[in-house]
């Protein structure tokens, strides 16, 4: 158990000093889960912060919050399973509609009629969920790296199950369930790594091990075991059904997720796709500015009225 | 519609309203300005091992609230680069500020300066008081004030049968391996983790001048005594903030710490900062230096 030493000790370190503080925070509260929100300024309109995988919190939003915040009211939330919410347990609690029931939940408790969407990576199947469901809540949607299963997996990471123990540890074969349950620190340094893949990215990078590691490894094989869940059919479904504005952001030598899949995204939802010549799976983290002035520019092109 | 947006599009955050070039002596200054606010603040170039781009990370934030003045420090950048020692003393870079204060119709200003920049502005704050708001001195390079780092310490212009360490810092290894002395100083200067992306533009901007253009810096008077320094800071009548990081390896702490008391100025210290905190804990000195320049602004008006 030694995971767990490891997660205690890196629950002890201090947060670190934010360039913005939060002017609200609370908990929403669903079916007993709680989930820890923050607001930041009080612009128009709000731009929520979707959580995605359960691997890291709301701070990988952390390049975004001041710059956001400066023109517009910004809303976070830690997805179950990180942060400062919960972490209930089983594969059920971690599917995309008990994160875009969440997402509901927080816009509720913070008493916000309509929002623009903005989400990375996983975050992509619950903000298409809101937007298809809730059409009066959702006046755009920016994916960033959207994990989405319209266009094949990197075909390196098709070849091992999650599931199933494996008799290797080498490269892909470590997003396996087992491995993360033996060597649970040996598979964030693998994942991170293939998330960040431009140089000068050692603080993102400990940065996201460190907020790994706030969970127990558990916890994380019941949220991907809650992803695996998410029907390809029943997300085109979805896709097919959004009518607001929507652009796509997606890094061109993103090793975790192709850029077909943003760009199948953009072509399902109607939207538009900007390719991030260079740019890895976490451009919010490694291209902050320009990832930041795409947010704008999108929000600004919505126009006054939709808001 | 799909848009590709370039990988290593060299943009700036924010880019000067205004670009200006001044001459003196037949050396020509390049500066910049940025933004319109009140008071201005005048970054000043430092060791002509970078030039002005090594306030990046100042330059955004500040033009948002002040009027920013940078120039290229002569011997790097798009200024220029005389082939003498003599046109690198202090009182050329000095007298360089001020050539920028008159052509940019710039009355007065706060001085921001980093290690050199710093000497550089408590020089020109006590030499024309009426032009200078108040002055910022980071990690200043003043020696005389407080013991040098413990080490051995070897002679600049001397062959010398070791590289090691600080040896590095003599001119034939210079002119020898210009790349393993910028690597080894970048490596000093930033002593921070994470600092892989200033250590390569510091080492980038290095290469934008020469290993025998920089031996001229080094060769440049400087004041060369406690005494001559002390009658520099104690001449200082406005208003000093000394930022020093307490992990600087270049400049002792101490010196800072010595030069907030001999100027009457306010001792900040950046706890595991090294020498440049202006690059690696930009949002702490962007505040320091925003609220030191308005509180200067508000005094004026």
């Given amino acids: 158990m030694t995971a767990v030493k490891e997660l205690s000790g890196a629950r002890t370190v201090p947060e670190q000093t934010r360039a913005r503080y939060p002017d609200a925070t609370g908990y929403a509260e669903r079916d007993g889960v709680r989930l820890f929100w923050e607001r930041y300024g009080d612009g128009e309109p709000t731009l929520f912060l979707l959580p995605t995988w359960s691997i890291v919190h709301a701070r990988f939003w952390k390049a975004q919050i001041p710059y956001l915040a400066r023109h517009y009211r910004v809303l976070t939330f830690d997805g179950r399973g990180n942060g400062r919410s919960d972490r209930p347990a089983g594969a059920g609690a971690y599917t995309e509609r008990e994160f875009a029931a969440d997402a509901l939940a927080v816009l509720d408790a913070t008493a916000t009629r309509r929002a623009v969407l903005v989400s990375l990576s996983c975050g992509a199947l619950w903000a298409t969920l809101l937007a298809a469901d809730h059409p009066d809540r959702v006046t755009g949607s920016f994916y960033l790296c959207p994990a989405v299963g319209l266009a094949p997996p990197h075909p390196e990471r098709a070849v091992h199950s999650f599931m199933e123990p494996l008799d290797t540890d080498d490269g892909w074969a470590r997003y396996n369930q087992h491995y993360w349950l033996r060597d649970y620190r040996g598979f964030l340094e693998f994942f991170f790594g293939h998330c960040l893949t431009e140089p000068h990215s050692t603080k993102q990078h400990e940065d996201c091990v460190g907020w790994a590691l706030g969970i127990a490894p558990g916890t994380l094989v019941d949220s991907q075991q809650g992803l695996l869940l998410c029907g390809l059919e029943r997300f085109r479904e979805s896709c097919a059904r959004v009518r607001c504005p929507v652009l796509v952001v997606h890094g061109d030598e993103d090793a975790i997720r192709p850029h077909a899949q943003g760009a199948a995204l953009a072509e399902a939802t109607g939207g538009r796709l900007v390719t991030l010549a260079g740019s890895g799976h976490l451009p919010q983290a490694r291209d902050p500015v320009r990832v930041n002035l795409l947010v704008r520019e999108f929000v600004e092109s919505l126009g006054g009225p939709a808001r | 519609m799909t848009l590709t947006m370039a990988a290593h599009d060299p943009a ?252 009457g100025g306010t001792l900040v210290t950046i706890g595991g900062g090294g020498h440049c905190p202006q690059a690696r804990h930009p949002v702490r000195v962007n505040l320091l230096l925003r609220e030191f320049a308005e509180s200067l602004g508000r005094r004026a008006t």
């Fill in chain 2, 12 to 263: 700036r955050a924010a880019r000067p309203g205004e670009q200006g070039e001044v001459e003196r002596d037949g050396v020509r200054v390049c500066w910049e300005r940025y933004g319109d606010g009140e008071p201005t603040v005048l970054l000043l170039p430092t060791w002509s091992i970078v030039h002005s781009r090594h306030w990046k990370a100042q330059i955004p934030y500040l033009a948002r609230h002040l009027r920013v003045l940078t120039f290229d420090g002569r011997g790097n950048g798009r200024s220029g680069r005389p082939p003498t020692a003599g046109a690198y003393d202090d009182a050329e870079y000095v007298a360089d500020a001020l050539a920028v204060l008159d052509a940019s119709a710039t009355e007065r200003a706060v001085l921001v300066g980093l290690s050199r920049g710093g000497r550089w502005a408590a020089g020109l704050a006590a030499a024309r008081p009426e032009r200078v708001l108040g002055a910022v001195l980071i990690d200043p390079a003043i020696a005389f004030v407080a013991p040098p780092h413990p080490g051995p310490v070897y002679p600049f212009d001397e062959e010398l049968d070791t590289a090691e360490g600080w040896a590095k810092f003599n001119r034939h290894y210079w002119c020898r391996d210009y790349r393993g002395f910028l690597e080894f100083f970048a490596g000093q200067a930033f002593s921070e983790t994470h600092s892989t992306k200033q250590i390569e533009d510091m080492v980038e901007w290095g290469l934008e001048t020469t290993a025998e253009t920089l031996v001229l810096t080094q060769l440049g008077a400087q004041p060369g005594s406690r005494a001559e320094v002390e009658t520099i800071l104690r001449a200082v009548r406005c208003p000093v903030l000394v930022v020093h990081g307490d992990d600087d390896r270049v400049r002792p702490h101490a010196a800072g710490a010595a030069v907030a008391e001999l100027t």
